[in-house]
């Protein structure tokens, strides 16, 4: 038998997924990852998960952990004694409660329980800070519900449906936890289309037209396109471009490779050139051979077939915000900017040309953009200068404890950009605020947005007789090659490390104005 | 194609197939508990393409008793 660690794990996921594996299959590889107890590479997620229900579900947890690590996710499971949920939620010293999940599945077959009383139980469940969520309609598993093993051991879902309902709730634990996959990256030739353009010839292919639906679905839900593919660019664009019954268009994509190079180099690229970690990125290709290729070298891509795509939950998000909806077309945009800068002269040409406007708004405890701003908390890596992830509730309660807040949104010539950047201070005391958040989303990085912003931070500090302004850094793996150098350079000195954290301090006697390359308003 | 009843045991109880003959049952195999006994009943079903009634389940005493019940249902035992 193969050793069990992380990379062998999800290749066993992505076979069962691929060959409908059965429930003994998963909750096997369950125990093997347990009894392995290998070590998780840093981007995986750790969640506590409790499961709930007026009916046996045992099995389920294994079945949604194995499920689970497909996503980069570590699930920490417990399962509330049989028929025992109220005690469980109602009683502070029950198993459930000192779990301290952060996710609670709740399932619920109303016959022989009182509606009311388990819409309260859903609410008290929710008190501590967790996440519950109600399962009560099973009619997806018609075929599974109310069958013989009801009258064996009171198991009112049969086993069988174990896999594919553990997908589906897999969803809400990759958003609940921030695993949220951001970047689609996609075959061409027997994906998005039947046939290969290079053989048969651009009019002779025919566009999968459902899978090319689902996808321009995630595209405004907010997912970024890209391509992957083996063919000459002009082969795969006469299609692109030309075919009448493609639905996705050059415009969907917020860059392609299309060459000759190994799909792992090409995936890479396509990281570099987004700035994303390839963390968040899933592979469709219906080749094993470049699937596994990838799986190999990029075990934390999540690589699958075509045919897995539609039912996939790995883009699943919190809540969808309006940056969300409008991301895979800010890529797009992103690439026609970047079409430009290489027509310019200079960068300073280029970033003038860019017409970049940006506001800066204080956040108050009333302000319709904390959920956002927590999500940008929770979802963003490289220009992160502590990736500190603060919940809503914890933005509301430093807000009522005198931290100042300010969100950055940012608009060009090309489009509108959202919300950008997050920074925070928190005062140590009158004369002394420490920067206790400061993040920027990394595509618009290289531009005065984040100069722009810190000005602003210091020309606030002080106007409020601020003596001292201090900044930090703790590094992790993505923060490094953005954040590492960044007070240095903009007027701060280093003052020393405590736990990890590097701390800085701004020298006052220095002016620091706002960038000439950028219009900064306030609102 | 014909397939082994002691290789579905084996995966579900999580031991050698070898160790598994008709007269193993749930008194003389610790991991056969009721739980693993319903995910057996799946994974027989699953592999062999058949469907057992309750009564079925319910008089199975050892592995000679699921070969039988298997082989009145026209599934190929290996």
Redesign the interface.
């Known amino acids: 038998m193969t050793k069990m660690d992380f990379k062998t794990a999800k290749k066993i996921i992505f076979d069962l997924t691929a060959n409908r594996g059965?429930?003994?299959?998963y909750?096997?590889l369950a125990?093997e990852i347990f009894a392995a107890n290998f070590e998780l590479p840093e981007y995986v997620r750790k969640i506590k998960v409790a499961f709930l229900s007026n009916f046996t579900i045992?099995?389920l947890p294994e079945v949604f952990k194995a499920k689970a690590l497909f996503h980069n996710i570590a699930a920490e499971t417990y399962q509330g004694t049989y028929n025992q949920y109220a005690q469980e939620i109602l009683n502070p010293e029950s198993g459930l409660n000192k779990f301290k999940p952060k996710l609670i599945y709740f399932l619920v077959d109303y016959s022989d329980v009182d509606k009311n009383q388990i819409t309260q139980l859903v609410e008290k469940a929710g008190e501590n800070g967790a996440k519950v969520v109600l399962i009560d309609d099973f009619s997806d598993f018609k075929e599974h519900w109310y069958t013989?093993?009801k009258?064996?051991?009171d198991?009112r879902l049969?086993?069988?449906a174990f896999p594919a309902l553990a997908e589906k709730l897999v969803g809400t634990a990759v958003a609940v936890s921030g695993a949220t996959k951001k970047c689609l990256v996609l075959d061409l030739d027997n994906t998005l289309w039947s046939g290969i353009v290079g053989e048969d010839g651009a009019d002779k292919v025919v566009p999968n037209k459902k899978l090319q639906e689902h996808i321009l679905n995630l595209y405004k839900t907010g997912t970024i396109l890209a391509i992957n593919s083996k063919n000459n660019e002009a082969d795969a664009m006469e299609v692109i471009e030309k075919h009448p019954d493609m639905l996705l268009r050059k415009n969907h994509f917020a860059t392609w490779q299309i060459n000759w190079n190994d799909k792992a180099s090409n995936i890479r690229a396509i990281a570099d050139e987004l700035m994303l970690g390839t963390d968040s990125f899933v592979f469709v290709d219906d080749d094993p051979f470049q699937q596994s290729l990838v799986a190999e070298s990029c075990p934390e891509v999540a690589v699958m077939h075509p045919d897995n795509l539609i039912g996939y939950v790995g883009f699943s998000s919190a809540k969808l915000t309006a940056e969300d909806e409008r991301r895979g077309e800010m890529y797009a945009e992103e690439r026609a900017r970047r079409s430009v800068q290489s027509s310019l002269k200079s960068v300073n040409d280029f970033l003038k040309d860019l017409k970049l406007e940006v506001t800066i708004r204080e956040v108050k405890a009333d302000s319709p953009i904390i959920p956002r701003l927590s999500q940008m908390t929770q979802k963003t890596n490289q220009f992160n200068m502590q990736t500190v992830r603060w919940s809503e509730g914890d933005i509301k309660a430093l807000l009522s404890q005198g931290n100042r807040m300010w969100a950055i949104d940012a608009v060009d010539r090309f489009g509108d950009y959202g919300i950008i950047g997050f920074l925070s201070a928190s005062p140590e005391d009158k004369s002394v605020w420490v920067i206790s958040n400061f993040l920027m989303s990394c595509r618009i990085l290289g531009r005065g947005i984040e100069k722009s912003f810190l000005a602003n931070l210091i020309k606030s500090a002080r106007e409020n007789g601020v003596a001292e302004l201090i900044g930090e850094f703790s590094p992790t793996k993505k923060n490094k090659s953005l954040c590492e150098k960044f007070y240095l350079e903009n007027n701060f000195k280093a003052i020393g490390e405590v736990n990890g954290v590097f701390r800085y301090h701004y020298d006052f006697t220095k002016d620091y104005p706002y960038p000439n390359l950028v219009k900064v308003n306030f609102a | 194609m014909a397939k082994s009843v002691e290789e579905v045991l084996a995966?579900?109880f999580?031991m050698e197939a070898s160790k598994i003959n008709d007269i193993t049952s749930p008194s003389n195999t610790e991991a056969w508990d009721?739980?693993n006994g319903?995910?057996l009943?799946?994974?027989l079903e699953?592999t062999f393409d058949v469907k057992?009634?309750?009564e079925e389940?319910v008089g199975v005493k050892t592995v000679a008793d699921i070969k039988k019940v298997l082989k009145q249902h026209g599934a190929e035992v290996k």
């Open positions: 059965s429930v003994a299959d909750i096997n125990k045992l099995g013989k093993y009258d064996l051991g198991m049969a086993l069988d | 995966k579900v999580n009721s739980f319903l995910l009943v799946t994974e699953k057992f009634t309750i389940i």
